[in-house]
């Protein structure tokens, strides 16, 4: 059964950079069939795509809004793939989910809340 | 490109149906036949009941179906029950993903 599990601190000060992992099991990252993606839900907001990678590490698509700070890749060593956000400010806070895709998100992790204050 | 727009809340009472609907443009919904749709309890991940407009994953009550007209996606709910009580998001592809503002169900 897949299961997805993200990790990560709880709190990042501002513009520092945010960094989440999403392992994976019950399946392997490096399935060709699917990409692996990231969403995240602000307090009191709804849902926004972050951005995406394929199996390969070597196709990252990216929210035009936040293209300038994200970066998304794949460790398939250790079934897992992970996300960087950098020059955070308190408008990053937000519940992150990792999510397996293929033209929609058909598998998410529970979510991990990301904090960012001083 | 802004968020795919939903009705903030609908309510419905046991047993009956209601629709939720999802309005983009010519871009995203109006030009791709892949619009899904998720429900989100409080403090759970958001769970896929509908991908492909109208496509339902193995698992899903028969009682969640989803079609398109044009620019507007909707996604209806029949046989209302307690359990459906929870957010819905639409959701575009159009080179990148769209979500929707968000619709809170509520069962009377």
């Known amino acids: 059964q897949l299961q997805l599990q993200e990790s990560g601190p709880g709190l990042v000060k501002p513009s520092e950079t945010l960094s989440l992992t999403c392992t994976v099991s019950?399946?392997?990252?490096?399935?060709?069939?699917?990409?692996w993606g990231w969403i995240r839900r602000p307090p009191e907001k709804g849902l926004e795509w972050i951005g995406s990678?394929?199996?390969?590490?070597?196709?990252?698509y990216y929210n035009p809004s936040l293209k300038s700070r994200v970066t998304i890749s794949v460790d398939t060593s250790k079934n897992q793939f992970s996300l960087k956000l950098s020059s955070v400010t308190a408008a990053d806070t937000a519940v992150y989910y990792c999510?397996?895709?293929?033209?929609?998100?058909?598998?998410w992790g529970q979510g991990t809340l990301v904090t960012v204050s001083s | 490109q802004s968020a795919l727009t939903q009705p903030a809340s609908v309510s419905g009472s046991p047993g009956q149906s209601i629709t939720i609907s999802c309005t983009g443009t010519?871009?995203?919904?109006?030009?791709?036949?892949?619009v899904s749709w998720y429900q989100q309890h409080p403090g759970k991940a958001p769970k896929l009941m509908i991908y492909?407009?109208?496509k339902r994953p193995s698992g899903v009550s028969n009682r969640f179906s989803g079609s398109k007209s044009g620019n507007t996606a909707s996604l209806a709910i029949s046989g209302l029950q307690a359990e459906d009580e929870a957010d819905y998001y639409c959701?575009?592809?159009?080179?990148?993903?769209?979500f929707g503002t968000g619709t809170k169900v509520t069962v009377l």
């Open positions: 999510a397996r895709e293929l033209m929609s998100f058909q598998h």
């Open positions: 019950g399946d392997s990252v490096s399935s060709s069939s699917y990409y």
């Open positions: 990678v394929f199996y390969s590490g070597t196709t990252t």
């Open positions: 010519s871009s995203d919904i109006g030009n791709y036949n892949l």
């Open positions: 492909e407009v109208y």
């Open positions: 959701c575009s592809y159009a080179s990148s993903y769209f």
